[in-house]
């Protein structure tokens, strides 16, 4: 009987895996510019979406969207050498654009025709975190032409470094200690305000008899969420973000339930009525053109069944908790890689930005841990019980952790 519920569990993850990856949509905000350098005299193009010009908070003190753009350039926009400010000789104006499109030129004037040259970029960045903005370098030629580099800002990189080589092409000049400090203090940023991903790793504190158990736990979720957020930045695996999304509120409800439907024998009976649920649900669901396919319903229907059954008491959740929580921390991984994936990584520091944002992962998760491990079983071992209630302080944290799971389920998956 083991054997066969094992082998549904694996076919309730395939069902998952299985969900279409089309209907994953990053909808990005994206700008562009070129820059054509000519001895002190830099010659600057900038492009943007109008409904990203839209929500400039100049908008509505200026005439035109092209007015607002220019402004918001001029501002935002800073080149120097050597800690000295480019000026601005001609102001940005429009330009001519492709359709829904706006485009304002201008010019900066340095004082050195072969210092390398800082460029700032906080265009857009504070509007939409995500923003990322494709920048073309030129060198022009004795022709006219120009040998041109492309270089990606993002919100975590907006300054680069501009310099021409030996063979008269622009390079930049970032290096890998920039790059780790930016990147590493976006994962510590990221997963500080991950309140669903902490949420979780308390979820595994009330489930581990012990702290050094709970270490083990974390690690197995470490190392998951570690792995997919590499696949899922290297695009290697596209994932389904709103399944994703939805899973991650599902594994907070079914680990911080586990500890009380296996004390009462309730898991069976439980897997039955969740996937009862879950089948209405998916009506629902199919009903209102939600987005969320039906091969993950299907596939979270099976996980429930075959879970419920394997897990028959105490002693099997704490048999199985590794390795699922390694499941569930290949899911949250998908969900860690969702920001990084929609502000990129820099262009040649790949493997950089990668190790420095997942080693900012782990350090902010040890921010939590640290403290958690040292106060979580004091407050809730050592308060007293209420007893009149016959209800433990672990029994109220693992209900109220399950209620937030399931709030942030149905509102994932059907909203």
């Known amino acids: 009987m083991t054997r066969r519920l094992k082998a549904f569990l694996w076919l309730a993850v395939l069902a998952l895996g299985l969900s279409p990856a089309g209907l994953q949509a990053h909808n990005k905000s994206l700008s562009f510019s070129n820059f054509i350098w000519a001895g002190e005299s830099l010659s600057v193009s900038f492009t943007a979406p109008a409904r990203d010009v839209t929500l400039l908070p100049n908008v509505q003190t200026s005439d035109t969207l092209s007015d607002a753009l220019a402004a918001h350039v001029s501002q935002f926009l800073r080149l120097s050498q050597m800690n000295t400010p480019c000026k601005i000789s ?27 040259i800082r460029v700032e970029n906080h265009a857009f960045f504070n509007l939409a975190r995500s923003h990322v903005h494709f920048a073309r370098f030129g060198l022009e030629g004795e022709a006219g032409q120009a040998e041109a580099t492309e270089i990606l800002f993002t919100a975590t990189q907006r300054q680069h470094f501009i310099r021409a080589n030996e063979t008269g092409t622009l390079v930049d000049e970032m290096g890998f200690g920039e790059v780790f400090q930016n990147y590493f203090w976006l994962g510590v940023s990221h997963i500080l305000t991950g309140y669903d991903h902490l949420a979780f790793v308390l979820c595994l504190l009330l489930v581990a008899p012990t702290r050094r158990r709970a270490l083990w736990l974390v690690t197995g979720f470490t190392l998951g969420h570690s792995a997919t957020l590499a696949m ?34 309730l898991m069976a009976r439980t897997g039955i009525l969740a996937a009862v649920v879950l ?48 499941a569930f921390g290949f899911i949250h991984g998908f969900g860690f890689a969702g920001l990084l994936t929609d502000i990129g990584l820099p262009s040649g520091h790949l493997v950089a930005g990668l190790f420095s ?59």
């Open 279 to 326: 089948f209405i649900a998916s009506g629902i669901s199919l009903g209102s053109g939600s987005a969320f396919p039906l091969g993950a319903w299907a596939g979270l229907m099976l996980f429930c069944l075959s879970y419920g059954w394997l897990i028959d008491g105490p002693a099997a959740l704490q048999r199985y908790a590794p390795t699922m929580t390694l």
């Open 90 to 116: 001609v102001p940005f104006t429009k330009a001519p654009s492709g359709a829904n499109y706006i485009r304002v030129t201008g010019r900066f004037r340095c004082f050195d025709a072969s210092a390398a």
């Open 357 to 415: 944002f997942n080693l900012g992962v782990e350090f902010g998760q040890l921010l939590v841990l640290i403290p958690a491990f040292i106060f979580v079983p004091i407050l809730i071992e050592e308060l007293p019980s209420l007893s009149k209630y016959r209800l433990r302080w672990r029994d109220i944290a693992a209900s109220g952790l399950t209620a937030f799971g399931l709030y942030l389920f149905v509102s994932r998956a059907l909203l």
């Open 232 to 265: 899922a930045t290297l695009g290697w695996v596209v994932p389904n973000n709103q399944v994703v999304e939805a899973l991650i509120g599902a594994s907070i409800a079914l680990v911080a339930a586990e500890p009380i439907l296996t004390r009462c024998n």
